[in-house]
C-alpha cells in the first residue's frame, strides 16, 4: 500500500512547523561528549574541507548528547563527512537503547550504503535488520560532504541525502518501547565529522483516544448528545497515526463520539493539523471549532486542515462527531449484501 495513503503528508507537516522555528542542536552549551568507554571528554569542534564541524573519532570522541531533548517527531538537516560509520541516534533513552541511523560512506553506491538498526541494551543488530528493508543505497563517498535530511513521524522513517525529492529510505520502524528520547550522534570505527545541524520539531499524534458506541445515522448530533455517551473505550491510533474506527465496530456504519483530552500549562493557542474521511464536526471544551457537513473521501494526507486551538490552562476536552462515507452511496457501500462505510476516521497532529 502506498504509504501517502495512510498519514498526512510529511512534507506538508515540515512546512507548518516552519511556523515555530528551528533550533540548532550539538552545541558545546547543551550537549555530552562521551568516548567510548563513556568518559565525558571534551567538546570536539574542529575545521574540515572548508566547514566548521564537530569531529568525533570513534574512541576518545564518539558520541555527542544532547539530553534534554524530548523528541517523538522531527525532521532533521545535517551535514555528514565520514570515513566509515556515521550515525544518528534518535528517542534516545539511554547510551544503550535508541534507534540507529547509519551511513557508510566507504560502501556509497552499494546497498549498504544507508542503514537502519534498533539498539537494545548496547546491542548493534545488523545481521538482523538488513536488505533490502533496513538497508539502501545512495550516491556518498568517504570523508566527502554529503547533506541529509531526516524525518521520524509516528512509526515512520524516511531519508533523504542531498535534497532529493524522492527518499533513499523509506521504513516503518520496529516496535521498541522507545517512542520519544534525546538525539545523539555517532561514529564507529573511524572518523566521522558533523556540520550545520538544524532541529524542526514535527507535530505530535494526539494518540490517546476514548470513543463511544455508535449511533445511528439519522439525525444530526452535536456536543451536547455526548452526555447519552454510557460508557468509552480507550483507542490508540495505527499505521500513519490514523485513528480508523472501522476495526471497532462490526458492522461500521453509524456515528461516534471521539475525545481526547489535552493538559496545557498556560492559556495557549496552538495549530492542530487533522484530516478525516466521512463528515465531522469539532469541540473544544464545548465549543464548536469545525464542521464539515458535505463529504470528505481524498485521500488521507493529498489536502489535510489546519485549525486554531484556544486552550486553557489545566485539562482541554477535544470532541469529534466522526460519520464515514457512508452517505455517498445512499444507505451505504454494498459491502456483500450489507450497506455500511468503507473509510472511516481520522488523524489529528498538535503543534508544539
Known amino acids: 500500500m502506498n504509504k501517502k495513503k495512510i498519514m498526512l503528508s510529511i512534507s506538508f507537516l515540515f512546512l507548518m512547523s516552519m511556523l515555530f522555528g528551528q533550533q540548532a542542536v550539538f552545541d558545546r552549551t547543551k550537549s555530552t561528549v562521551l568516548s567510548d568507554q563513556n568518559k565525558v571528554v ?8 572548508g566547514r566548521s564541524c ?7 570522541q564518539a558520541i555527542i548528547w544532547q539530553k534534554d531533548l524530548d523528541l517523538r ?7 555528514i563527512a565520514g570515513a566509515v560509520m556515521s ?3 534518535f528517542r534516545v533513552k539511554d547510551e544503550q537503547n535508541y534507534h540507529f541511523l547509519y551511513f557508510r560512506p566507504g560502501y556509497g553506491g552499494t546497498r549498504e550504503a544507508i542503514q537502519y538498526i534498533p539498539v537494545y541494551n548496547g546491542t ?4 538482523f535488520f538488513n536488505y533490502p528493508v533496513y538497508e539502501t543505497a545512495t550516491d556518498i563517498q568517504s570523508l566527502t560532504w554529503f547533506h541529509a535530511a531526516i524525518e521520524v513521524m509516528g512509526d515512520r522513517l524516511r531519508v533523504f541525502v542531498d535534497h532529493k525529492e524522492e527518499p533513499d529510505m523509506d521504513i516503518e520502524l520496529p516496535e521498541t518501547g ?3 528520547g534525546s538525539l545523539l550522534l555517532r561514529s564507529m570505527f573511524g572518523v566521522s565529522y558533523f556540520a550545520n545541524a538544524v532541529l524542526y520539531e514535527l507535530p505530535e499524534a494526539l494518540r490517546q483516544w476514548e470513543i463511544s458506541k455508535q449511533f445511528p445515522r439519522d439525525r444530526k448530533y ?11 473505550n480507550e483507542i490508540s491510533p495505527g499505521p500513519g497515526e490514523v485513528v480508523n474506527l472501522s476495526p471497532h465496530f462490526t458492522h461500521p456504519n453509524g456515528v461516534v463520539f471521539a475525545r481526547h483530552n489535552i493538559v496545557s500549562d498556560e492559556n495557549a493557542k496552538r495549530l492542530l493539523h487533522f484530516d478525516f474521511a466521512g463528515k465531522l464536526q469539532m469541540y ?22 489546519t485549525i486554531e486551538l484556544p486552550l486553557q490552562k489545566g485539562n482541554n476536552e477535544l470532541v469529534l462527531i466522526s460519520e464515514g462515507d457512508g452517505f455517498i452511496f445512499g444507505e451505504g457501500f454494498n459491502a456483500m449484501g450489507r450497506p455500511q462505510h468503507q473509510n472511516w476516521g481520522f488523524s489529528a497532529f498538535l503543534a508544539n
Open 42 to 49: 571534551q567538546f570536539p569542534d574542529t575545521v574540515f574541507a
Open 54 to 60: 564537530l569531529k568525533l573519532d570513534s574512541r576518545e
Open 73 to 79: 517527531n522531527f525532521r532533521l538537516e545535517i551535514d
Open 87 to 89: 550515525g544518528l541516534g
Open 124 to 127: 548493534l543488530n545488523w545481521v
Open 178 to 180: 522507545n517512542e520519544r
Open 222 to 232: 452535536a456536543y451536547a448528545d455526548t452526555k447519552s455517551v454510557r460508557s468509552w
Open 284 to 305: 473544544l471544551n464545548g465549543k464548536r471549532l469545525f464542521e464539515y457537513e458535505k463529504y470528505q473521501v481524498n485521500r488521507n494526507g493529498e489536502h489535510g486542515f
